[in-house]
């Protein structure tokens, strides 16, 4: 990853942080977005202290002039964003009859929406480039979930959300083919990150461990290997995929 430019949404806590921190320590120019400002901060001290380099830049992904701002702000740093990293999300698990319209519109806004406009800005900008541009791997990931393509209970909006960004990324690989974009989704399982350790330790969420083939969660860390594999040279033939990394908990 040495000298490439990644921009990473929802980069503030969680997976987002944890793969700035990797991506950072693997030699990549980290753009990290997401509206906190002060976890942003605290992040690239992080990993500018491990010799990284990084920048904080308050994003709404919500808002596409706000994602603009981003990328010329990442531009005017480190130069174009080769690989863009579809992290930023909410989840708001609930009975469908029990959630409000307004928790669902905000929760599509981040997931769907957020995910439409920060793609957009990535592949528009990767296309007026031209491929004689930049010679590095051209690399938009989306992190999904595994309830994008398995019914979860009090998941009917959250599990919409994600099978929209799966078919999402299988659809901008097949339309930025030609121009060399390599768009995946990755599938992660649960994971005991801040959004949802509180149910994990809750009785219900113990007794849906226990019902997994593995009868554990996934640690973070395992989302490793299948994020730098999909965003390095090693995948040029690779695009278009939905790759599952849940530690069997889907085959339950």
């Given at each position: 990853?040495?000298?490439r430019n990644v921009l990473l949404t929802g980069a503030s806590s969680g997976v987002g942080r944890h793969l700035a921190r990797l991506l950072g320590a693997k030699g990549a120019n980290v753009i990290c977005c997401a509206r906190r400002q002060a976890e942003?901060?605290?992040?690239?001290?992080?990993?500018?202290?491990?010799?990284?380099?990084?920048?904080?830049?308050?994003?709404?992904?919500?808002?596409?002039?706000?994602?603009?701002?981003?990328?010329?702000?990442?531009?005017?740093?480190?130069?174009?964003?080769?690989?863009?990293?579809?992290?930023?999300?909410?989840?708001?698990?609930?009975?469908?009859?029990?959630?409000?319209?307004?928790?669902?519109?905000?929760?599509?806004?981040?997931?769907?929406?957020?995910?439409?406009?920060?793609?957009?800005?990535?592949?528009?900008?990767?296309?007026?480039?031209?491929?004689?541009?930049?010679?590095?791997?051209?690399?938009?990931?989306?992190?999904?979930?595994?309830?994008?393509?398995?019914?979860?209970?009090?998941?009917?909006?959250?599990?919409?959300?994600?099978?929209?960004?799966?078919?999402?990324?299988?659809?901008?690989?097949?339309?930025?083919?030609?121009?060399?974009?390599?768009?995946?989704?990755?599938?992660?399982?649960?994971?005991?990150?801040?959004?949802?350790?509180?149910?994990?330790?809750?009785?219900?969420?113990?007794?849906?461990?226990?019902?997994?083939?593995?009868?554990?969660?996934?640690?973070?860390?395992?989302?490793?290997?299948?994020?730098?594999?999909?965003?390095s040279a090693g995948s040029r033939s690779v695009s278009g995929i939905e790759l599952v990394v849940d530690d069997t908990q889907s085959l339950a």
């Amino acid at each position: 990853m040495n000298g490439r430019n990644v921009l990473l949404t929802g980069a503030s806590s969680g997976v987002g942080r944890h793969l700035a921190r990797l991506l950072g320590a693997k030699g990549a120019n980290v753009i990290c977005c997401a509206r906190r400002q002060a976890e942003l901060d605290s992040l690239v001290v992080e990993i500018e202290a491990a010799g990284g380099q990084a920048l904080a830049q308050v994003c709404d992904v919500t808002d596409a002039a706000s994602v603009a701002a981003a990328f010329d702000a990442a531009e005017e740093r480190f130069g174009l964003v080769d690989s863009t990293i579809v992290n930023a999300g909410i989840t708001n698990a609930m009975p469908a009859i029990r959630m409000s319209v307004e928790s669902f519109d905000q929760l599509m806004a981040i997931n769907l929406r957020g995910a439409f406009l920060t793609a957009r800005e990535a592949g528009a900008r990767l296309i007026a480039a031209g491929e004689g541009g930049l010679t590095r791997p051209r690399r938009v990931v989306f992190i999904a979930s595994t309830a994008g393509r398995k019914p979860e209970r009090g998941a009917a909006a959250y599990g919409a959300s994600k099978a929209g960004m799966i078919m999402m990324a299988k659809t901008l690989a097949l339309e930025w083919a030609r121009h060399e974009i390599n768009v995946n989704a990755v599938l992660p399982g649960f994971m005991p990150t801040d959004i949802i350790a509180d149910y994990l330790d809750s009785e219900a969420g113990q007794k849906q461990i226990a019902g997994w083939p593995r009868k554990r969660t996934m640690p973070v860390e395992d989302l490793d290997a299948a994020m730098l594999f999909l965003l390095s040279a090693g995948s040029r033939s690779v695009s278009g995929i939905e790759l599952v990394v849940d530690d069997t908990q889907s085959l339950a």
